[in-house]
């Protein structure tokens, strides 16, 4: 079965880390895009972060510059969101994707509904 796992999410206090992963089943990443959104209640969907698999460039929201790391691992069967720094406003559901739209138009609503693969939400909660 194709499939992603999203994991990682977790209660952490303000100030903390989490690292997200993206797990692939059944496919590797090789000529994807692999894109990190979240979304919080009441709050407009978010692109957060993007890689390139083919070339491991690399696209951040201006929001988490400097806090968040993606990368993958060589295999292109995961991919992982180092989050540090997190706050409390970063509470929300975080979901993995995997496209050929490049990273570039993360904010697109092209972008997100182009994604041919989904994993399902995990849930980060940053309290104050």
Known sequence: EVQLQASGGGLVQAGGSLRLSCAAFGFTFDNLNIAWFRQAPGKEREGVSCISASDGSTYYADS?????????????????????????????????????????????????????????????????
């Not at 060589?74 to 409390?88: E, R």
């Not at 993360?106 to 989904?118: C, H, N």
């Open 64 to 128: 988490v510059k400097g806090r968040f790391t993606i990368a993958s691992d060589d295999a292109k069967t995961a991919v992982y969101l180092q989050m540090n720094s997190l706050k409390p406003e970063e509470t929300a559901v975080y979901h993995c994707a995997a496209g050929s739209q490049p990273c570039v138009n993360i904010d697109s609503d092209t972008f997100y509904y182009s994604m041919d693969y989904w994993g399902k939400g995990t849930l980060v909660t940053v309290s104050s």
